[in-house]
C-alpha cells in the first residue's frame, strides 16, 4: 500500500467510515453477549488468518496444521501476483463461521485477528521509499451490528488492549511486513515464481510441514543454524513462525538475516545448470531471484 489515503476508492454502500483514526481517538462501541445483535456478525463471514492465527487455531482443536487447513479454511490470492492467503471456509448455503456456537464465537479466546479487531478495521501502509510502516484504523458500521448504538466511548489503544491484539499483531509483524513490502514495491520486485508462491504458503501457513523442511537434509545442506537455533525450531511454534517470516525476507527480497553455508550458493548455481540442462522450459529452473531453496 502505497498511498496516503486509503477510502478514495470506497463504494457509496461500503460500512467503513472513511475516517482515519489514531490510538488515542475514542469510538463509541460495546459489544456483549445481551445485546439483540449477538452473533449477527459471525452468520456471514469473509476472514482472511494469519500465521499466528493458525497456529492458535489448530492447537486449540487440537489439529496438524494440514488438517486445519484442508478442513476449516480456503486458499485465496492476496494480489494480482498470487500471493497465497487463506480464508475460513464456508459455504454458499452456510456462509456462517464454522465456530460459531449459539451462545456464541466456539474459538473465543483464540479467535482470528480480524475478529478481535471488529468493529474495527486496521490498515497497514508504507509508502514508497519508506523502511517503516503506518497503521491506520477506521469504524466498521454495519446495519445489523448495534455495539455501535451503546452507551460506551472507548480509545483504539484501550479496545486494543482488551481485545488482546497486541500480542497478534506482534507475532505477526514481520510477516504482515512482507506482504507490505511486496505491495509496495510493486513491479520492481517482479512476480514471485510459482516456486516462491509455494514457500510463502509453507513458512506462513503449514508448520507442521515447514518444520519437517527446517529439520531436512535440504535446509541443512544451505542454512547454517547453531544447534540451539536449531532445537528451539523443533520445540517452540513461535520461533518457527518467526523464523519462517525472516527466510520469507532473505527468499524472496534478499535481505540476509539466517547465515548460509559458504558452498551453498555454488552447489544452488550447480542444482540450477542441472534442472536447465534437464528441462530448459521449467520456468523454475530458469527463474533468476533471490531464492535458497
Ligand atoms: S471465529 Fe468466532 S468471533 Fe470470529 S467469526 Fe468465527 S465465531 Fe465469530
Ligand atoms: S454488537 Fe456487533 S460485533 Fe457485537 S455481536 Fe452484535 S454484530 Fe457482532
Known amino acids: ?19 482515519k483514526l489514531e490510538l488515542d ?3 463509541q462501541f460495546r459489544c456483549h453477549k445481551n445485546i439483540a445483535c449477538f452473533n449477527e456478525c459471525c452468520k456471514k463471514i469473509d476472514i482472511s488468518l494469519t500465521p499466528y492465527d493458525i497456529l492458535r487455531l489448530q492447537k486449540r482443536l487440537k489439529l496438524t496444521s494440514n488438517e486445519f487447513l484442508s478442513q476449516y479454511t480456503i486458499p485465496f490470492e492476496m494480489d494480482k501476483d498470487g500471493m497465497p492467503g487463506v480464508k475460513i471456509k464456508t459455504t454458499e448455503d452456510n456462509p456462517a463461521c464454522p465456530f460459531l456456537q449459539e451462545d456464541g464465537c466456539g474459538v473465543y ?12 478495521g486496521l490498515m497497514s501502509m508504507r509508502k514508497e521509499n519508506s523502511s517503516t510502516d503506518e497503521n491506520a484504523y477506521f469504524l466498521i458500521k454495519e446495519d445489523h451490528c448495534l455495539g455501535h448504538n451503546e452507551n460506551r466511548m472507548i480509545s483504539i489503544t ?16 514481520e510477516w504482515r511486513q512482507i506482504i507490505l513490502k511486496k505491495r509496495s514495491a510493486g513491479p520492481t520486485i ?19 510441514s515447514f518444520r519437517s523442511f527446517v529439520q531436512s537434509e535440504n535446509f541443512s545442506e544451505v542454512y547454517s543454524l547453531t544447534p540451539e537455533e536449531i532445537n528451539q525450531l523443533e ?8 523464523f519462517g517470516a525472516k527466510l520469507l525476507k532473505q527468499v ?12 551453498a550458493l555454488q552447489k544452488r548455481a550447480l542444482n540450477r545448470r542441472k534442472q536447465i540442462q534437464a528441462d530448459p522450459e521449467d520456468p523454475n529452473a530458469n527463474y533468476d531471484g533471490p531464492e535458497m531453496v
Open 1 to 19: 500500500m502505497t498511498t496516503d489515503s486509503p477510502f478514495e476508492d470506497l463504494p457509496y454502500n461500503s460500512p467503513l467510515q472513511p475516517i
Open 25 to 27: 481517538d475514542n469510538i
Open 109 to 120: 479466546e483464540d479467535r482470528p485477528t480480524v475478529c478481535r479487531y471488529y468493529a474495527l
Open 158 to 173: 484501550d479496545y486494543r488492549n482488551e481485545q488482546g491484539v497486541d500480542e497478534y499483531d506482534s507475532i505477526n509483524r
Open 190 to 208: 517482479g512476480k514471485p515464481s510459482q516456486r516462491s508462491l509455494q514457500f510463502f504458503f509453507l513458512c506462513s501457513y503449514n508448520f507442521d
Open 235 to 242: 520445540t517452540d511454534d513461535i520461533a518457527l513462525l518467526k
Open 252 to 263: 524472496l527480497f534478499g535481505e540476509m538475516s539466517i547465515a548460509i553455508k559458504d558452498d
